[in-house]
């Protein structure tokens, strides 16, 4: 959902095309599937493209040494994504939304899993990764 929610932002803000949006997990049990028909579901009800084409897969030590930003949505991610090489690139997704928590641990700024949930856990995740993409867009366009 993240990066449908970013590739919509920085399309909005003109940079898609000095910008690549890819995602990636730190496992490879969901390798090959398309988005989750729930993740689907919601992105469309918010006028969002259904991203038919996206495929999961796992993330490699190349994926991060070629990216200037790696957005992690878990602080367990974040550890991983920092072991495999990510260093000082990673940074929580939600550390760019401006109401997100400041100066407590790392994992208070996970993305709510909803995975085993119910589409307003979808629902609820989708406003975490809104409320952090204009500020990750700003980010982005200083970098540039």
């Known amino acids: 959902m993240a990066e449908v929610?970013?590739?919509?932002?920085f399309a909005d803000a003109g940079l898609a095309?000095?910008?690549?949006?890819?995602?990636?997990?730190?496992?490879?049990?969901?390798?090959?599937n398309p988005i989750d028909r729930r993740a689907r579901a919601v992105?469309?009800?918010r006028g969002y493209?259904?991203?038919?084409?996206?495929?999961a897969r796992r993330v490699r030590a190349s994926d991060l040494t070629s990216r200037d930003l790696v957005?992690?949505?878990?602080?367990?991610?974040?550890?991983?994504?920092?072991?495999l090489g990510g260093d000082d690139r990673v940074q929580m997704y939600?550390?760019?939304?401006?109401a997100a928590p400041v100066g407590?641990?790392?994992?208070?700024?996970?993305?709510?899993?909803?995975?085993y949930g119910g589409s307003a856990d979808f629902e609820a995740c989708?406003?975490?990764?809104?409320?952090?993409?204009?500020?990750?867009?700003a980010y982005v366009r200083k970098v540039l």
């Open 5 to 9: 929610v970013l590739r919509e932002r």
């Open 104 to 115: 407590r641990a790392e994992h208070a700024l996970d993305v709510e899993d909803p995975w």
């Open 71 to 83: 957005l992690a949505m878990t602080s367990a991610h974040a550890q991983a994504l920092r072991r």
């Open 43 to 45: 992105l469309v009800e």
């Open 94 to 98: 939600r550390s760019f939304d401006p």
């Open 17 to 32: 095309d000095q910008v690549v949006v890819d995602s990636t997990g730190i496992s490879d049990e969901e390798h090959g």
């Open 126 to 137: 989708l406003a975490q990764l809104e409320a952090a993409a204009d500020g990750i867009v």
């Open 49 to 55: 493209p259904a991203a038919p084409d996206h495929r």
